[in-house]
């Protein structure tokens, strides 16, 4: 039996699927349609070693770069880091109608969140919701921004 996508889109093939036994239905890669169950798992030996061979040879090239003294994980900790802070803080000068949302009554973070939410407002992740979370980080921006 020979599986696409359009094999498992009608519900008589699944029902067709379901009546067979494990042992009737024959694999099928649609990549590599000659390939039997042989071939199939020669390649995952292959697959698995290869990973097996990539891992050891990170590990191996991490030490040598500890043992010559190079600090791993700088560009993040000293660059990415910085950069992160300042969009974050851009963002939460941007997100000023928080303050309207507080004025109009809504004290609790999650009040907060459900008012954004509603309104549409973004997060600084397109597409992502507000949470009492994200609305504690964005008031402890805002806060420290005007400490300033």
Not at 53 to 75: D, F
Not at 97 to 115: N, Y
Not at 120 to 136: F, L
């Amino acid at each position: 039996m020979v599986f696409g996508h359009s094999f498992f889109s009608s519900i008589e093939n699944r029902k067709k699927l379901r009546q067979q036994s494990p042992k009737a239905i024959d694999i099928v890669v649609t990549d590599n349609p000659h390939a039997n169950r042989f071939t199939i798992h020669i390649l995952a030996a292959v697959s698995e070693e290869h990973r097996r061979l990539i891992s050891e040879t990170t590990k191996v090239a991490l030490q040598a770069a500890k043992a010559r003294g190079v600090q791993l994980g700088k560009h993040g900790k000293y660059v990415l880091s910085k950069r992160n802070k300042e969009a974050a803080d851009a963002f939460a000068w941007k997100v000023h109608i928080i303050t309207i949302i507080i004025a109009e009554g809504h004290t609790t973070l999650q009040a907060i969140a459900d008012e954004l939410n509603r309104r549409g407002v973004p997060t600084a992740r397109s597409g992502a919701q507000w949470y009492k979370a994200s609305v504690c980080d964005l008031i402890g921006r805002l806060d420290m921004r005007k400490s300033k």
